[in-house]
């Protein structure tokens, strides 16, 4: 059993940063890949951004390669994301994900889920 919690969120101006930060309880964090993805009102939850279990390997979504960072601490039990360059589009309740296995990007592959953070993006 893996719990997930977001913290981090907020308003923040067009052009602005946010740090994203994922605290997952359990001694197995690094067993796992963990994703975030997001979903904006009336919007189906969209990928964000995948890392590997040792961190290694990252991936992103197009409309978000480039401006966002992936990144985890296993000593920590952390995975983090760094927004940059935020845009109104950005606006979303933020979810971090762990999953064992299974397809990167896609949300059934993910077992265990945080209760997410607002990010909102003015302009």
């Known amino acids: 059993q893996v719990q997930l919690v977001e913290s981090g969120g907020g308003l923040v101006q067009a052009g602005g940063s946010l740090r994203l930060s994922c605290a997952a309880s359990?001694?197995?964090?690094?067993?796992?890949?963990m994703g975030w993805f997001r979903q904006a009102p009336g919007k189906e939850r969209k990928f964000v951004a995948d890392?590997?279990?040792?961190?290694?390997?990252?991936y992103y979504a197009d409309s978000v390669e480039g401006r966002f960072t992936i990144s985890r601490d296993n000593a920590k039990n952390t995975v983090y994301l760094q927004m940059n360059t935020l845009k109104p589009e950005d606006t979303a309740v933020y979810y971090c994900?762990?999953?064992?296995?299974?397809?990167?990007?896609?949300?059934?592959?993910?077992?265990?889920w945080g209760q997410g953070t607002q990010v909102t993006v003015s302009s």
């Open positions: 994900a762990a999953r064992y296995s299974g397809s990167r990007g896609y949300a059934p592959s993910y077992d265990y």
């Open positions: 890392i590997s279990r040792g961190g290694t390997n990252t």
């Open positions: 359990g001694r197995t964090f690094s067993s796992y890949f």
